[in-house]
Nanobody, 127 residues
Framework: QVQLVESGGGLVQPGGSLRLSCVASGSIFSINTMGWYRQAPGKERELVAVITNGGSTNYADSVKGRFTISRDDAKNTMYLQMNSLKPEDTAVYYC?????????????????????WGQGTQVTVSS
């Protein structure tokens, strides 16, 4: 089993940047695809970025061009660089692992065969 710990959240002004980290421990040899989710109050949890073990990436339309996902397997760490932040990016951000991903019929990213959730890290974009 893989354990995940997110960090790097905080309060930032609109237009600012943050970098989130997700450190994995445990059965890390089993990790294939990883992803960043976010959940705003009263909304469903949304997958915003994925990265495969081969380094291929994909993004939700809402963050494309502003967010960059990356991973450093030597450090067992995945990152989410968030630039040009908007108030609507405010949410708790979570990372998770999966076996594969796809887009559903309305274009939303979906990650399948999920692992265990971490505690998340709060991102607040406000002036």
């Amino acid at each position: 089993q893989v354990q995940l710990v997110e960090s790097g959240g905080g309060l930032v002004q609109p237009g600012g940047s943050l970098r989130l980290s997700c450190v994995a421990s445990g059965s890390i040899f089993s990790i294939n695809t990883m992803g960043w989710y976010r959940q705003a109050p009263g909304k469903e949890r949304e997958l915003v970025a994925v990265i495969t073990n081969g380094g291929s990436t994909n993004y939700a339309d809402s963050v494309k061009g502003r967010f960059t996902i990356s991973r450093d397997d030597a450090k067992n760490t995945m990152y989410l660089q968030m630039n040009s932040l908007k108030p609507e990016d405010t949410a708790v951000y979570y990372c998770n692992t999966g076996r594969w991903y796809s887009r559903d019929s309305v274009g939303r990213l979906r990650l399948f065969d999920l692992g265990s959730w971490g505690q998340g890290t709060q991102v607040t974009v406000s002036s």
